[in-house]
């Protein structure tokens, strides 16, 4: 019987703890700076994908162009076909845009590289059975990835 009442006054004490820190909670928030409490600043609002690929594309994979836009990777099932495009977040004044799709072996690489107010590409490659390398660059800003997006068959070219 004593074990009983000494796990109740152990299991009422925690409990108490816990209510007390909750209680407290919203003070410690209240005491915080407004600008610690301040959630990130809005992000541009993300490209979407605009079709210029053509009919039986559809987005493999993408990468965020910082705040400026973003690349996209498509693929055609029906044709093996992979297609990249640059999109610009906001269109404006035409800026240093590329869009660039490749794979290793044998070394080949499209790329589509200007000055443009909107999206750079579509660049397209017969890369079916392969890994590809895709890259979109918007005023100095690159992303993309190496050696992704790796079709069923290995690179027997």
């Not at 005491?31 to 039986?56: D, L």
């Not at 044709?79 to 906001?90: D, P």
């Amino acid at each position: 019987m004593i074990d009983i009442r000494r796990a109740a006054a152990i299991g009422a004490a925690v409990t108490a703890t816990a209510c007390a820190a909750v209680a407290l909670a919203p003070a410690a928030v209240a005491a915080e700076p407004a600008a610690q409490r301040a959630t990130a600043a809005p992000k541009a609002a993300a490209a979407q994908y605009n079709g210029v690929c053509g009919s039986g594309y559809t987005v493999v994979n993408s990468a965020q162009i910082g705040i400026k836009g973003t690349v996209f990777l498509t693929y055609n099932s029906a044709t093996g076909k992979n297609c990249v495009v640059t999109v610009r977040n906001k269109p404006g004044k035409a800026v240093h845009m590329t869009a660039s799709l490749g794979f290793a072996s044998p070394t080949t690489t499209v790329t589509d590289t200007g000055y443009f107010t909107t999206y750079a590409g579509p660049v397209h490659l017969d890369a079916r059975g392969l890994c590809v390398t895709w890259r979109g660059e918007i005023s100095g800003e690159v992303a993309g990835k190496n050696g992704t997006n790796c079709g069923s068959r290995a690179a027997n070219r």
